[in-house]
């Protein structure tokens, strides 16, 4: 057994401790709170003068799947031989020994949402991972969690300038390929069913049958798009199919607020911390996490790592703070809410009894720039100590 105790404990579900502990045992939370009595024998970590979190959840990386500093051999995220390819899974393109999980544990992100890239439409199966671990596999919470999904200029910039072109070249076209899909999946589940009623065995397609999840809504569609016009375009489309999506980026989600409400989606926004490189990105701003939990949207922030290194979104967290966004909205941005969105808010993104003991221990605020991580764990074990 372990316990954490005299920190200030920040839940994430609304209780602070000022003077917290927290006990651990078989790598779960079994108590949280003040005047905990901490049994004979424990392993006892003194966070006295220290801010305990949980560990910290970026909801929207490309870690491991696109490598640091090896160049082309590391990107492994665009299978843009197609457009469309649902079937690819991010779990048989992941290397556990990337660069970017030591950083991650070492800046007290302990959970990601990483996978496909945004060359294609429809880019593949998205997971959920620990960011510590010796195997992909004894790493992952959820596999898949969801579909990626990709509208403006980035499937446009990659088909369209290829020589003789290739669909989609237009925003038009982009819609268009994700409607062919979905159509082509629910021939491909109308197939199924007939077969069953019929007694004969369904010729299986596995990038239908990937697709299909998203109209069972097993799945959402993790739809990438900066402009407003774009995430209209998704919310268009998810209401003609009646699939369930997450935006991804949702740069100018505040031009839209109203629209966003109405149709009860997530927002996972970001990354903020860097410079407008393409024209989508033009209006840009930290006001925009902020402006959306305002409004009862569930916001998640991401670094798009490695378009900004993971370690730094607590410090996005701490920009969107200083653009107005509640300090308690930020926080649950990149713990419980980021959680929720994901699919595995029943094990992570709060400090509860019976969900991981995933545990990140600051010397300070951990939106402060000079702030460092003193701890951090993950199942309860110790993975990083400064």
Known sequence: MKA?????????????????TILIENGKI??????????????VIDAAG????????????????????????????????????????????????????????KGGITTVMTGP?????????????????????????????GIKGAFGENPKRVYGTRSGFQL????????????????????????????????????????????????TKELPLKAHAHRHDDILTILRIAKEFDINVTLEHCTEGHKIVEELKAANVP???????????????????????????????KVALMTDHPVIPLQYLPICAGLAVRHGMKEEDALKAITINAAEILGVGDRVGSLEVGKDADIVIWDGHPFETMTHVVK???????VHSL
């Open 117 to 145: 890239g945004s060359a294609n439409v429809i880019g593949g199966e998205n997971l959920v991972m620990k960011t510590h671990g010796r195997t992909v596999d004894e790493m992952v919470i959820l596999n898949p969690c």
């Open 267 to 297: 927002a996972i926004v970001g990354p903020t911390l860097g410079n407008r490189a393409k024209y989508e990105l033009k209006d840009m701003t930290f006001d925009t996490p902020g402006i959306l939990a305002k409004a009862g949207i």
């Open 4 to 20: 954490i105790i005299n920190g200030k404990v920040y839940t994430a579900v609304g209780e602070v401790f000022a003077n917290g």
């Open 168 to 215: 989609p070249v237009t925003r038009m076209g982009t819609a268009a390929v994700m409607r062919d899909a979905l159509v082509k999946a629910q021939n491909y589940l109308d197939k199924q069913k007939h077969a069953e009623k019929e007694g004969k065995p369904v010729e299986r397609d596995l990038k239908w049958e990937s697709m299909a999840r998203l109209l």
């Open 30 to 43: 079994i108590a949280v709170g003040e005047n905990i009595d901490v049994p004979a024998g424990a392993e």
């Open 50 to 105: 220290m801010v305990v979190t949980p560990g910290i959840i970026d909801a929207h990386t490309h870690l491991g799947i696109g490598e640091e500093g090896i160049g082309w051999e590391g990107r492994d995220y665009n299978e843009v031989s197609d457009p469309a390819t649902p079937q690819m899974r991010a779990i048989d393109g992941i290397n556990p020994e990337d660069e970017g999980f030591r950083d991650a544990i």
């Open 376 to 382: 951090t764990l993950v199942n309860g074990e110790t």
